[in-house]
């Protein structure tokens, strides 16, 4: 069973960056497709992007051309790069491993079989 572990969430202005990492406690993970959720307050859990070991990566239209997902197998670490953050970015964000890697369902919460406990992003002025 694999472990995951996030960091790099903090607060940030508008339009400004963070990377998160996802550090797997094996490297099982690299038959996994890993991916990056958010919540906000009050909301569901949305998909934000997810990467297969073949480096295709997919992205929610409300990310794509500003976030940026990519992985390190040497280090065990999955990023997300996040360039020009809005206000509705604000959000907890979850890493996720997809044992299956069942691509088609890449936005569905319930395909992924280990998750993180998530690092906060918080975007203001």
């Known amino acids: 069973q694999v472990q995951l572990e996030e960091s790099g969430g903090g607060s940030v202005q508008p339009g400004g960056s963070l990377r998160l990492s996802c550090i797997a406690s094996?490297?099982?993970?690299?038959?996994?497709?890993m991916g990056w959720f958010r919540q906000s307050p009050g909301k569901e859990l949305e998909p934000v992007a997810q990467?297969?070991?073949?480096?295709?990566?997919y992205y929610a239209s409300a990310v794509k051309g500003r976030f940026t997902i990519s992985q390190d197998d040497a280090k065990k670490t999955v990023y997300l790069q996040m360039n020009n953050l809005k206000p509705e970015d604000t959000a907890t964000y979850y890493c996720?491993?997809?044992?299956?890697?069942?691509?088609?369902?890449?936005?569905?919460?319930?395909?992924?079989?280990?998750w993180g406990q998530g690092t906060l992003v918080t975007v203001s002025t």
């Open positions: 996720a491993a997809d044992v299956s890697c069942f691509r088609y369902g890449w936005r569905r919460p319930s395909n992924y079989d280990y």
């Open positions: 990467i297969g070991g073949d480096g295709y990566a």
């Open positions: 094996d490297d099982t993970y690299k038959s996994y497709c």
